[in-house]
């Protein structure tokens, strides 16, 4: 089974603080890890893979295989990351099936 | 112009009914995705769909129906058995690889039952 867990519901910084977003997962094989955000009135979209290596925003994600966590971090929040973050999974033998955690809602104060 | 078109956007249902919601995508992507969204339980796979004519369960399956008759279509069905109706429902679409993570969601449906 995979399982997903991000453990703030609520995480609150303010603008040029930095922000670690939390992300354990469970996969006994090799997953491919995601994160999505959901501004408001927006539809829920892919903010970074960690295949990819690349940093979106200012925001970048490491997959730790030992710790089974892939959290997503930035140096600097800015007003305009307050969002809903999701963490997401995909397995090798998932056939496609993505498992999302319960997500993370950003809310950066001025 | 192209992208996942979900409706109604907003749907109000009596106990004992069935009600189905409609996603459509011109994105030609095989593989669609049912998803329900509630406050601090996160995204949680209702069905999901590969390829025309085959789908699979999810999570929690149990009170919904789906069919996959046409590549841009996959309505959900939420029947009278589903104990606990009232969410907001996201549809989903995939193209690329079969591990490819990347899914375009629609605006969403958000359903009440009375």
């Known amino acids: 089974a995979q399982r997903v867990t991000q453990p703030e519901k609520l995480l609150s910084v303010f603008k040029g603080a930095p922000v670690e977003l939390k992300c354990n997962y469970s996969?006994?094989?090799?997953?491919?890890l995601f994160w999505y955000v959901q501004y408001s009135r927006q539809r829920l979209q892919l903010l970074l893979r960690?295949?990819s290596r690349e940093s979106i925003k200012g925001f970048t994600a490491d997959l730790n295989k030992g710790e089974t966590s892939f959290h997503l971090k930035k140096p600097f929040a800015q007003e305009e990351d307050s969002a809903m973050y999701y963490c997401?999974?995909?397995?090798?033998?998932?056939?496609?099936?993505?498992?999302f955690g319960q997500g993370t809602i950003l809310t950066v104060h001025p | 112009d192209g992208g996942i078109t979900q409706s109604p956007k907003y749907l109000f249902r009596k106990e004992g009914q069935n009600v189905t919601l409609s996603c459509e995508q011109n994105?030609?992507?095989?593989?669609m995705y049912w998803y329900r969204q509630d406050p601090g339980q996160g995204l949680r796979l209702i069905y999901y769909?590969?390829?025309?004519?085959?789908?699979q369960k999810g999570d929690i399956a149990e009170g919904y129906s789906v069919s996959r008759e046409k590549k841009e279509s996959f309505p959900l069905t939420v029947t009278s058995a589903q104990k606990n109706p009232t969410a907001f429902y996201l549809c989903?679409?995939?193209?690329?690889?079969?591990?490819?993570?990347?899914?375009?969601f629609g605006e969403g449906s958000r359903l009440t039952v009375l």
């Open positions: 989903a679409s995939r193209g690329g690889n079969i591990n490819s993570g990347e899914l375009f």
């Open positions: 996969y006994s094989g090799s997953p491919e």
């Open positions: 960690h295949i």
């Open positions: 997401a999974l995909i397995g090798g033998t998932s056939y496609g099936k993505l498992t």
């Open positions: 994105l030609n992507h095989d593989a």
């Open positions: 769909s590969q390829i025309v004519n085959d789908f």
